[in-house]
């Protein structure tokens, strides 16, 4: 038998432990720490949520790996009617989380040793992690045609982009998929700020018509609650598109047990047929948003793309990525150094705009002129 291989060698550290310093300098400021470090909700889960999950909260029984018929009407409802995209009745599926998914995707899909994955150069670090776990070989690039002879089986696209708010327009993503298609690679689309646009052009998914024509052929869309809903907590998401792909999703997941909680589910259901509370929370994030832009501008920062999500991309003639962590963190702000999400991240830092109303305020002070930072 083979010697075990640590997870310390299979896997990279996990990154947010590296910000413990300065998490410690952070929270010793006198009025407490502004963590703009993860981009996790703090607002009140709807009462409206809430009350579906407590109302399906007497659920004895193992739910169904697939969700309930009534979830997945919602989940084809909500995409067709906030997105301009139509998928076939079995062609969308509950998760455990969005992070689940991407961790997974590539053993779920059965990719492994010779098989290559792409992800973006500034990317979420589950991507890698994914692949890597899979035994899989990734590869950081954002120019497709530069791959050579590589066997891609896989290309992850994130727009909204994460660290960044990059919006990839129509164009864009119509040459991935033609890409992909031509050497019969799937497409793996994380979408889960595409609700959070705050500039044009909107943004659009994978799956719409002007990208993807009228076949969802070795296409996936990932969704998640968990922004839109502030429902991080209940691990709430789906998968949609090739009808082909989502069966074999289904299929191996039914073996592993990967099944959303039928409380979970129910609520999943509620926030996907109501609109309001999530144009609610979306202008909350906006205010917050320009509130921290315009501060962080008038201290000396650049903010760049940025046109969508949770995040502002931020960078500092005076800094790296780790020395404006430590800036800021001597103000009690702690942020996600840019080099998190790759090395193209240098120089540049993501701050999170998902703290209280309370919070930002206390941040937008000590980056006043005058403040240190």
């Given at each position: ?14 990154p947010?432990?590296r910000?413990?310093p ?92 010779g ?41 992850w696209?994130?727009s ?6 990059r ?32 500039t ?13 024509g ?7 869309a ?21 009808p082909?792909?989502?069966?074999e999703?289904?299929?191996v997941?039914k073996?592993?047990?990967m099944?959303?909680?039928?409380p ?28 921290l ?18 995040y ?31 090395p ?30």
């Amino acid at each position: 038998m083979g010697e075990r291989r640590p997870v310390t060698d299979r896997l990279p550290t996990f990154p947010w432990d590296r910000l413990t310093p300065y998490k410690r300098t952070a929270s010793a400021h006198p009025d407490g720490i502004v963590d703009l470090s993860v981009g996790t909700p703090v607002d009140p889960v709807p009462a409206s949520l809430r009350s579906a999950l407590a109302d399906a909260a007497d659920s004895p029984g193992y739910p169904t790996t697939w969700g309930t018929s009534e979830l997945r009407a919602s989940i084809r409802d909500w995409l067709e009617r906030r997105h301009g995209v139509r998928v076939a009745e079995g062609a969308v599926l509950p998760t455990v989380g969005s992070k689940e998914l991407v961790a997974w995707l590539p053993t779920l899909l059965g990719l492994g040793a010779g098989d290559t994955v792409v992800h973006p150069e500034l990317a979420y670090p589950t991507y890698d992690v994914g692949v890597r776990i899979a035994g899989a070989t990734p590869v950081a690039s954002d120019g497709l045609t530069a791959l050579g002879p590589a066997d891609v089986k896989l290309v992850w696209v994130n727009s909204p982009g994460n660290p960044t708010g990059r919006v990839l327009g129509v164009d864009h993503l119509r040459k991935v998929v033609e890409w992909a298609r031509e050497r019969g690679a799937i497409v793996a689309s994380d979408e889960c700020y595409l609700d959070l646009g705050w500039t044009d052009p909107r943004p659009v998914s994978i799956l719409h018509p002007d990208v993807c024509g009228d076949s969802h052929a070795n296409l996936l869309a990932v969704h998640s609650l968990s922004k839109r809903s502030n429902l991080a907590g209940y691990r709430a998401a789906f998968v949609a598109g090739d009808p082909n792909l989502v069966s074999e999703l289904l299929a191996v997941r039914k073996h592993a047990g990967m099944i959303v909680p039928a409380p979970v589910q129910a609520a999943m259901k509620a926030a996907l047929d109501d609109d309001e509370h999530a144009a609610r929370q979306k202008e909350t994030y906006r205010a917050r948003r320009t509130e921290l832009r315009a501060a962080l501008e008038s201290a000396g920062w650049t903010i760049e793309h940025s046109d969508a999500g949770l995040y502002l991309w931020a960078s500092h003639p005076e800094h790296d990525s780790w020395s404006a962590v430590g800036a800021l963190a001597k103000l009690g702000v702690l942020v996600a150094p840019g080099t998190f999400y790759g090395p193209a991240g240098a120089g540049h830092v993501r701050v999170a705009f998902t703290a209280t109303d309370e919070r930002v305020e206390a941040a937008v002070k000590r980056l006043s002129p005058g403040s240190g930072a």
